[in-house]
């Protein structure tokens, strides 16, 4: 495991070449990614990882989450899923929990099996790498699957990992300070300066100004996740996830599970350390984040009948998330006319899209050919809206 390249509290030297704006996973690995392509970068962020990407699952599931319509968002997500094994050994596979033995995707009723036959299409035709598998063959694969379970899909190439560990081991890697920015205009970022303290930016060749403090730099790259529309004019919003937290006997479950029940999409995710994530809801409710018992109750009605053993095993944390949601699901990866640079609205992968967002951002920002096509993300799409 090659050794981290900064551990301990981070020390921005001189004007930086990058500020990213936005210290969840897209911000943190757009900056190491930076970093370690040899660039002076810094992130500012009030409360770095503590957005969408401490409420994640955890997926990486390129195939599970494959809808139709979107085959630019598919070609995105399995290029991502690639480059996961190669992300996770630098950081660390046990640190961060990557785990690499498939995803079964179930249904729970006769309406639900029609769901994921009309899914085995899509598939089919984008010639994906999955298994068909009767009630009983899912059942041996995952022996606490309910005995009413009518059939699924196990995709091999689908897997995991926990977002919260990858958070921890960015961070050591990435140099924050913890500000909120105000304002973005060209390549200056002005902060509120409510939690940032002096020492942290007043470093020999940083432009700073009383308050609100002015930081100037090479590049900002705007990483801000469901807040990215308060700052700049572009169509992100939040969508709400709950989530809950269990936690059983390790080993308790083989693999991730994603199921229809009756109509209504649900996943559990077991940890090796016998964490098991159970998820999320989906909610147009502008910027709130609290836990309702109605939210609470579906997820465990729907886990439950998928998985009853579940109902034995202690509930541990319940959470709600903001997921950067954009008018056409896709993320906004590229240079705006502005000359900023995007990584947002990641929307329900942002997790597995992380490492390729982040090479993609690296690259734009040195002037390369990024590693995919970029043009199905470019901040221009809106320009007309
Ligand atoms: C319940 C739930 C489950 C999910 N499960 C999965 C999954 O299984 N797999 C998957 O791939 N994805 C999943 N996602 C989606 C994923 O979490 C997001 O796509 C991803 O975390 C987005 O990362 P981000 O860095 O863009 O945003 P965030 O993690 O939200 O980070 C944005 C950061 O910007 C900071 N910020 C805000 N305003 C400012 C400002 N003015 N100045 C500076 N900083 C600011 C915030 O403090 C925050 O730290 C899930 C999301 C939710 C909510």
């Not at 159970?278 to 709130?288: K, L, N, P, S, Y």
Request: net charge negative.
């Amino acid at each position: 495991m090659p050794a981290p390249e900064l551990v301990g509290t981070p020390e921005p030297t001189g004007t930086p070449d990058v500020i990213v704006v936005g210290g969840g996973i897209i911000g943190l690995a757009v900056a190491w990614q930076l970093r370690r392509d040899g660039a002076e970068v810094v992130v500012i962020d009030p409360a770095p990882g503590t957005g969408a990407s401490h409420a994640a699952a955890g997926m990486l599931a390129p195939i599970h989450e494959a809808c139709w319509q979107e085959s630019h968002i598919l070609r995105l997500n399995l290029a991502a899923s690639r480059a996961w094994p190669a992300f996770a050994e630098a950081l660390g596979t046990t640190a961060v929990d990557y785990r690499h033995n498939g995803m079964l995707m179930v249904a729970y009723d006769a309406g639900d099996k029609a769901v994921l036959d009309n899914l085995s299409d899509l598939h089919e035709r984008e010639d994906l790498p999955v298994e068909r598998l009767h009630s009983r063959e899912c059942r041996s694969r995952e022996p606490l699957l309910a005995p009413g379970v009518r059939g699924g899909v196990y995709s091999p190439i689908d897997h995991q990992v926990n977002p919260r560990r990858v958070i921890v081991e960015l961070l050591k890697r990435v140099p924050t300070i913890p500000a909120a920015a105000t304002e973005i205009t060209g390549n200056q970022v002005v902060t509120g300066g409510q939690v940032m303290t002096g020492n942290q930016v007043m470093t020999s060749n940083q432009v700073i100004t009383g308050n609100p403090r002015v930081m100037t730099c090479g590049q900002v790259v705007v990483a801000a996740g469901a807040w990215t529309g308060k700052l700049l004019s572009l169509p992100i919003r939040p969508i709400k996830g709950q989530i809950l937290r269990l936690n059983g006997p390790e080993g308790l479950m083989r693999l991730p599970v994603k199921g229809v029940v009756r109509g209504s999409s649900v996943y559990v995710i077991p940890r090796s350390d016998g964490e098991i994530v159970v998820g999320a809801t989906q909610e147009e409710q502008g910027f709130d984040t609290r836990v309702t018992a109605g939210g609470v109750h579906e997820l465990l009605r729907d886990a439950i009948a998928l998985l009853p053993a579940l109902s034995e095993i202690d509930l541990v944390e319940t959470w709600a998330g903001l997921r950067p949601g954009t008018p056409d699901n896709a993320p906004i990866i590229g240079m705006g006319d502005d000359g900023i640079v995007y990584a947002s609205g990641h929307y329900r992968n942002g997790i597995l899209t992380a490492p390729i967002t982040a090479a993609a951002v690296s690259a734009l920002v040195q002037g390369h050919d990024p590693p995919l096509d970029l043009s199905p993300f470019s901040p221009n799409r809106f320009a007309s809206q």
